[in-house]
């Protein structure tokens, strides 16, 4: 279970606000703080509890900024984990684990079982708590007005839910068993301008567009300018396993930062980045991971501009030179290479074709598909490949760079864009070959710039340093 979501035991902190994430925590034991029983496992999952009469909690170690200091308002946020909860009785679980926002990442003196290590008994609807949460609740306690033995909660200061549902699957609208073992992700967003908040699971990656629980909320009496995110979990008598696989925190969005950026040194760092990270995941890990999602979208940034890809929830591990025996297609379209809909196979080589399509984006400034396009300039690929083809690729970059950019970058990334673009799988260059050429440390074999989507190129150096645009220049029918 954990193999295939565990992929990357690291931590990005993205964008310039307060954004994080964890794909495994195996490499994270100096942002996290436990207490109680709760652990960082040795396979990178975060385990809250294992036995029975336990508590345990994990929180980022640094407290995130919530509030605007100019008029007291919660930044709104987006927050979303992979989760699995297993018990030694398949019926029974005990108590359950929440998702939350706290003053402190300690909780002292906060009681198990139905409390799920959030509150003492007599400070139960204190407002002076100052915590939020949303329980994962798998018993059915009549004392604290549960609906059913498995169900989701917004908790504001108290543990009775302020508004609960029973689990249920938002993909399939099919009831959802949060004590069954499988790994369920989900997904909790707060929109501080319209004061909602919104709950969705599924068993799928997908984030559903339907939320399981919806309510109207106001953070902003409630929370610090600085409180602390996490989980917490507890058991009563009977024992439960509460794991946490994955985590993303994002405050004032719920998407990455958009490419859109108007410096091309910045655009050219960015493909950088997420090139060498696509070189360790294909060639460098212990594994080789196909990510069968690069897009746009699940690009990440540091503080510094580097890019990073996030979203690892289609990724899939394979030991190097094994064949993989999915035939699911999944993926963006725009993205998704030729031999998918033949196969259904995701290789090396089709990360490949999506990150030839991210390329083009980044240098053009507009999708792969754009509908509202002129005809000719609908598909991107094929509106780069025509400019190209009549040696007028400059007109591809995009505008608002206002015209100022490195014309052998640009052009570089364009032709890159183009060969890892290719219909054959076998005609792309790895990764590898990607990255030596980003860097200027090698030059691609004459026949290798020669490509079915042009007929004829002249050839040039994969250098930057090397590339001006009389070399460019390419010769019609």
């Keep these: 279970m954990a193999k295939t979501l565990i992929l990357l035991c690291s931590i990005f902190l993205v964008a310039k606000s307060e954004e994080l994430l964890f ?16 652990s960082i496992q040795q396979n990178g999952i975060l385990r809250l509890t294992n036995s029975n009469n336990q508590l345990g909690h994990a929180f980022y170690s640094t407290p995130l900024k919530f509030k605007n200091s100019s008029d007291g ?46 509150f003492k008994p007599h400070d139960v609807g204190n407002s002076s708590n100052h915590l939020f949460a949303v ?62 908040f919104h709950v969705r699971l599924s068993l799928t990656s997908s984030k559903p567009t339907s939320p399981i629980l919806s309510c109207h909320l106001d953070l902003s009496p ?25 985590w993303s925190f994002k405050m004032n969005h719920g998407e990455a930062k958009s490419l859109r950026l108007e410096d091309w040194e ?7 980045g997420v090139a060498w990270g696509l070189v360790y995941l294909h060639q460098e890990w ?74 083009l984006e980044v240098a053009c400034g507009r999708r792969p598909f754009e509908p509202k396009a002129l005809p000719e300039e609908l598909i991107l690929v094929d509106w780069v490949r025509e400019r190209w083809r009549v040696g007028r690729a400059w007109e591809v970059v995009d505008g608002n760079l206002g015209g100022v950019f490195d014309v052998g970058q640009a052009l570089l990334v364009l032709r890159l864009g183009l ?13 590898r070959q990607v990255v030596m050429c980003l860097e200027g440390e090698m030059r691609f074999p004459d026949e290798s710039c020669t490509t079915t989507f042009y007929d004829r190129v002249s050839t040039w150096s994969c250098s930057p340093e090397d590339v001006d645009a009389s070399s460019l220049s390419l010769s019609g029918d």
Excluded at 23 to 38: E, L, Y
Excluded at 266 to 272: A, G, L, M, P
Excluded at 325 to 351: C, F, I
């Design 23 to 38: 794909q495994g925590f195996q490499s994270a034991a100096t942002n996290i703080t436990t207490n109680g029983v709760a």
């Design 73 to 118: 308002a919660v930044f709104s946020f987006s927050t979303a984990f992979a989760f699995a909860i297993t018990n030694r009785d398949p019926k029974h679980g005990g108590h359950g684990f929440a998702f939350t926002l706290s003053p402190s990442k300690d909780l002292p003196g906060a009681y198990s079982g139905q409390y799920l290590g959030l």
């Design 135 to 196: 329980e994962f609740d798998t018993v059915l306690d009549y004392e604290i007005y549960d609906i059913n033995n498995n169900h989701v909660g917004v908790n504001v200061n108290t543990i009775i839910s302020n508004k609960s549902v029973p689990a249920t699957d938002a993909s399939s609208k099919q009831s959802l068993s949060l004590k069954s073992g499988k790994v369920i992700q989900a997904w909790l967003d707060y929109n501080s301008s319209e004061k909602q």
């Design 222 to 246: 409630i929370l610090h300018d600085n409180m602390y995110v996490g989980f917490s979990a507890s058991t009563g008598l009977l024992a439960s396993s509460h794991y946490i696989l994955g």
């Design 266 to 272: 910045e655009r050219f760092k960015i493909i950088k």
């Design 286 to 359: 212990e594994q080789a991971v196909i990510h069968r999602d690069i897009k746009a979208g699940n690009v990440l940034l540091d503080s510094e501009m580097n890019g990073r890809l996030g979203d690892f929830g289609l990724a899939k591990m394979y030991g190097h030179g094994e064949n993989p025996n999915t035939t699911r297609v999944v993926g963006t379209l725009g993205y998704l290479a030729p031999e998918l809909t033949r196969t259904g196979k995701p290789t090396a080589s089709s990360d490949v074709f999506a990150f030839g399509a991210l390329l």
């Design 419 to 431: 060969l890892c673009s290719k219909d054959g799988p076998e005609e792309r260059p790895s990764m």
